[in-house]
């Protein structure tokens, strides 16, 4: 191994120091991408979620909109639970920062199939008041592309989940009127993972030296081959990132009976703030480690902890708040309802990520994110006394942008277009089932570059399918 210069060592450590906090921020990233699970009821899943605060007859309103509790009658138990299947394909390019290809696939498909559980329970305690338990997962991700494929480095593996505990009550305040509140205690973890490029991070600096009038071009050339020759393209290791913590919020809602056959709701649900707090681990080629093993290069980082060791960060994150509004129309025969939601993700600007390590400095990135809405209508026919059938439609906008969207959630506009149908097999006894395909707007992704100076360019194709079914017992 040819040995690098005394001149060359500041940049290569300073190199290797920005490398690891670029490591950590760019899979955190991932935990703003638009990840919203409304998967919580299989009979609102059959119509779209048309209608999912007001309809009622069903525990689901625990978490959707607590006054809407009073519609349920007696004691009711409630478990459902979601098959998500999701589809995403990258096509495109990636060079790193010097403009070269970026060796390796498009990454296969990496979307996943998962279940999405929810618990409730609900109970009348007297003419007017209802309290009721809710197990849900509103938040969630999972992406895994292979280790090798072009994009690596912006991102791997992403594993992201918020499981909530949602304790609510309603009151009527009159025959006609209700309000409802929820307290929400909510646990989020991560699991991240991505590649680093060790060649990219010391060209890349020795280039931005030389710009800046520290080097002179003869020397930066010379310095940028004595690194090649010992770092070469393709010297990769990779990054793990785990955290995890537990935070509270609350929720508020209003039910209006507008006539006998019409209901009309209000339900707000707050953001809740998180500090992520977990470890880091690394793993680096041989080359890589003999240059931080260079007596030279440890005298230049000093007696503290050296980069791509493990080590402890936290990062504050943000889950939204949403604000729904939801109508319901209930006759004889058949019941329509329309929902519209409106999910402020403009609450997350940028992301600071703070590291235990002093040789990994605070790094922050800008995202700013815009709200989103989700838009639908459905509804149900009563084919008879025991069997109905559903259908429903709906928009989801996304958050995202082009330049900024991260190939760990490859989010678009989706497209909804949702079947249902439910049996009521005694008068106690309900079981429901619902389908809904999900077609989504090419996924751009117009660039996003990674601490390193990689570059990604292309589009994801994706597509999902959800396949939900609950019972429910009333007693």
């Known amino acids: 191994m040819q040995k690098l210069n005394l001149s060359s060592r500041p940049l290569v450590a300073a190199a290797l120091s920005l490398a690891i906090a670029g490591a950590l921020v760019a899979p955190q990233a991932a935990n703003a991408s638009?990840?919203?699970?409304?998967?919580?009821?299989?009979?609102?899943?059959?119509?779209?979620?048309?209608?999912?605060?007001?309809?009622?007859d069903d525990a689901s309103a625990i978490v959707n909109n607590p006054a809407a509790m009073?519609?349920?009658?007696?004691?009711?138990?409630?478990?459902?639970?979601?098959?998500?299947?999701?589809?995403?394909?990258?096509?495109g390019t990636a060079t790193d920062a010097q403009g070269r290809p970026i060796s390796g696939g498009n990454g296969g498909d990496a979307g996943t199939t998962i279940p999405v559980p929810a618990l409730y329970f609900a109970t009348q305690v007297a003419d007017r008041w209802h309290f009721g338990l809710g197990l849900t997962a509103p938040f969630g991700f999972k992406t895994e592309y292979d280790s090798d494929w072009k994009g690596r480095y912006n991102g791997v593996k992403s594993d992201f989940k918020s499981f909530d505990a949602t304790l609510s009550a309603s009151f009527d305040v009159t025959d006609d009127f209700a309000v409802g509140v929820?307290?929400?205690?909510?646990?989020?973890?991560?699991?991240?993972?991505?590649?680093?490029?060790?060649?990219?991070?010391?060209?890349?600096?020795?280039?931005?030296?030389?710009?800046?009038?520290?080097?002179?071009?003869?020397?930066?050339?010379?310095?940028?081959?004595?690194y090649a020759s010992v770092v070469p393209p393709g010297s990769d290791g990779y990054a793990k990132i785990k955290g995890d913590d537990w935070a509270y919020g609350w929720q508020v809602g209003g039910l209006w009976k507008l006539t006998p056959n019409d209901r009309l709701?209000?339900?707000?649900?707050?953001?809740?703030?998180?500090?992520?707090?977990?470890?880091?681990?690394?793993?680096?080629?041989s080359n890589v480690t003999a240059v931080l093993s260079n007596p030279a290069i440890g005298r230049l980082l000093g007696t503290g902890q050296r980069p791509f060791t493990h080590t402890e960060g936290r990062a504050g994150f943000t889950t939204p708040a949403i604000a729904t509004a939801s109508f319901w129309h209930q006759d004889e025969k058949f019941g329509l309802g329309f929902d519209l939601s409106w999910t402020k993700w403009d609450?997350?600007?940028?992301?600071?990520?703070?590291?235990?390590?002093?040789?990994?400095?605070?790094?922050?990135?800008?995202?700013?994110?815009?709200?989103?809405?989700?838009?639908?209508?459905?509804?149900?026919?009563?084919?008879?006394?025991?069997?109905?059938?559903?259908?429903?439609?709906?928009?989801?906008?996304?958050?995202?942008?082009d330049d900024t969207r991260s190939p760990r959630v490859p989010d678009s506009t989706r497209k909804w277009l949702a079947f249902g149908v439910g049996y009521k097999a005694t008068e106690k006894f309900e079981i429901n089932a619902g389908y809904a395909h999900i077609f989504v707007n090419k996924a751009h992704i117009g660039g996003v570059t990674t601490a390193t100076g990689d570059r990604l360019v292309g589009e994801n194709d994706d597509k999902g399918n959800l396949l939900s079914v609950s019972a429910k017992y009333a007693f």
Do not use: C
């Open 182 to 226: 929820s307290a929400i205690a909510q646990k989020t973890s991560a699991e991240l993972t991505s590649a680093i490029n060790y060649n990219s991070v010391g060209l890349g600096l020795i280039q931005r030296a030389a710009a800046a009038g520290a080097l002179t071009p003869a020397a930066a050339r010379a310095l940028a081959v004595q």
């Open 265 to 285: 709701a209000l339900s707000y649900r707050s953001k809740i703030k998180h500090n992520l707090e977990g470890t880091g681990n690394f793993t680096m080629p």
């Open 70 to 91: 009073t519609l349920l009658k007696g004691n009711v138990f409630q478990a459902d639970v979601t098959g998500i299947n999701f589809s995403t394909k990258f096509h």
């Open 34 to 56: 638009a990840f919203q699970l409304k998967e919580n009821s299989a009979k609102a899943l059959g119509r779209a979620f048309a209608g999912s605060a007001a309809a009622g």
């Open 347 to 401: 609450a997350f600007q940028d992301l600071t990520v703070n590291y235990s390590n002093p040789n990994q400095p605070a790094t922050t990135e800008d995202y700013s994110w815009r709200n989103s809405w989700f838009a639908s209508v459905g509804g149900e026919y009563y084919v008879s006394d025991k069997f109905t059938v559903r259908g429903g439609v709906a928009v989801d906008s996304t958050p995202t942008y």
